[in-house]
């Protein structure tokens, strides 16, 4: 693999223009889209700077689950978990569907910001590949991105209705999955998951804001108020510049006031909270404590 790497990540800088290039990665789950990208970032990184977009909301390595976020390569790190976050947009959910909206927003935002940062921006993807609504996603972010090379992987044939209606101005590389590529079960996932999400609010406090200090935006209108949310709900936190601050947890509150988990955040007010239907919480691990046995920030 590491010749096959070298060889990618000469053609990449052969491919780069004056300014950028970014690269999208698709392909199925357990293809090594992950163990291919940070392979190639850990090379890229050797002579220029690279930046890593972790785009698969459901098994995130560069922030926590739910979010899309971005960090740095570095030449010595061969760890996506390990790179410093350099910014994160929440989703609202574990898998795209019914959350295409915001992950394209928020796969744009990173966007922004990584190509500020670096000439060469790789884009890793999750696994969402079936399907008319996975198509669209795909092909609508290719036009946004607009990234001069797409690396397909794929075992056989699976990403052919994809790639049909991606716009030609990209290069798209097929590579072949690798053998090795191990599939991973649901309870694997999970487990994952619960890892990154432990990792997250392994510093967590108790935070409570008053309904009518904040903006309040809803991933999914339903008819019901969704204030209080449920408790274990994921809660987007954005300041007052419309930027993500980071995620919590709902903690049982009232109409008037939103009490959740979330870890030290950094300098600066919570504006605005956006209430998901995700659920977190106790399925994943993170206790949610009764108001008498909670401590307070």
Not at 47 to 76: C, E, F, K, L, Y
Not at 126 to 155: D, E, H, S
């Given at each position: 693999m590491d010749d096959a790497v070298e060889n990618l990540a000469s053609d990449l800088l052969d491919r780069r223009t004056t300014t950028h290039l970014t690269c999208l990665i698709l392909g199925g789950p357990d293809t090594g889209k992950t163990t291919l990208i940070t392979a190639l970032a850990q090379t890229l990184a050797r002579q220029t700077r690279v930046a890593v977009i972790d785009a698969d909301i459901g098994q995130s390595h560069i922030g926590p689950p739910t979010t899309v976020g971005w960090a740095m390569a570095d030449p010595n790190v061969g760890d996506l978990t390990r790179l410093p976050v350099r910014g994160l947009g929440f989703v609202g959910g574990?898998?795209?569907?019914?959350?295409?909206?915001?992950?394209?927003?928020?796969?744009?935002?990173?966007?922004?910001?990584?190509?500020?940062?670096?000439?060469?921006?790789?884009?890793?993807?999750?696994?969402?590949?079936?399907?008319?609504?996975?198509?669209?996603?795909?092909?609508?972010?290719?036009?946004?991105?607009?990234p001069g090379v797409v690396l397909a992987v794929q075992k056989e044939t699976e990403l052919a209705p994809v790639l049909s209606g991606l716009d030609p101005s990209s290069a798209v590389y097929r590579l072949q999955a690798a053998a090795a590529c191990r599939t991973r079960s649901r309870q694997m996932r999970r487990q994952f998951r619960r890892q990154r999400l432990l990792a997250y609010f392994r510093h967590r406090q108790t935070c409570e804001v008053g309904v009518e200090d904040i903006a309040i935006q809803v991933v999914r209108p339903t008819e019901r108020s969704p204030v209080p949310p449920e408790p274990g709900t994921a809660l987007g936190l954005i300041d007052g510049d419309g930027r993500d601050l980071g995620i919590g947890v709902a903690l049982p509150g009232s109409?008037?006031?939103?009490?959740?988990?979330?870890?030290?955040?950094?300098?600066?007010?919570?504006?605005?909270?956006?209430?998901?239907?995700?659920?977190?919480?106790?399925?994943?691990?993170?206790?949610?404590?009764?108001?008498e046995q909670e401590p307070h920030a």
């Amino acid at each position: 693999m590491d010749d096959a790497v070298e060889n990618l990540a000469s053609d990449l800088l052969d491919r780069r223009t004056t300014t950028h290039l970014t690269c999208l990665i698709l392909g199925g789950p357990d293809t090594g889209k992950t163990t291919l990208i940070t392979a190639l970032a850990q090379t890229l990184a050797r002579q220029t700077r690279v930046a890593v977009i972790d785009a698969d909301i459901g098994q995130s390595h560069i922030g926590p689950p739910t979010t899309v976020g971005w960090a740095m390569a570095d030449p010595n790190v061969g760890d996506l978990t390990r790179l410093p976050v350099r910014g994160l947009g929440f989703v609202g959910g574990l898998s795209p569907p019914g959350r295409l909206l915001p992950l394209m927003v928020t796969l744009n935002q990173a966007a922004l910001e990584a190509r500020d940062a670096a000439p060469i921006v790789l884009v890793d993807t999750g696994g969402y590949i079936q399907g008319p609504a996975a198509r669209a996603l795909w092909w609508n972010t290719q036009r946004m991105l607009n990234p001069g090379v797409v690396l397909a992987v794929q075992k056989e044939t699976e990403l052919a209705p994809v790639l049909s209606g991606l716009d030609p101005s990209s290069a798209v590389y097929r590579l072949q999955a690798a053998a090795a590529c191990r599939t991973r079960s649901r309870q694997m996932r999970r487990q994952f998951r619960r890892q990154r999400l432990l990792a997250y609010f392994r510093h967590r406090q108790t935070c409570e804001v008053g309904v009518e200090d904040i903006a309040i935006q809803v991933v999914r209108p339903t008819e019901r108020s969704p204030v209080p949310p449920e408790p274990g709900t994921a809660l987007g936190l954005i300041d007052g510049d419309g930027r993500d601050l980071g995620i919590g947890v709902a903690l049982p509150g009232s109409e008037r006031r939103i009490r959740f988990l979330a870890p030290p955040l950094p300098s600066g007010h919570i504006h605005g909270v956006i209430l998901s239907d995700a659920r977190l919480g106790q399925a994943l691990g993170l206790s949610i404590p009764s108001p008498e046995q909670e401590p307070h920030a």
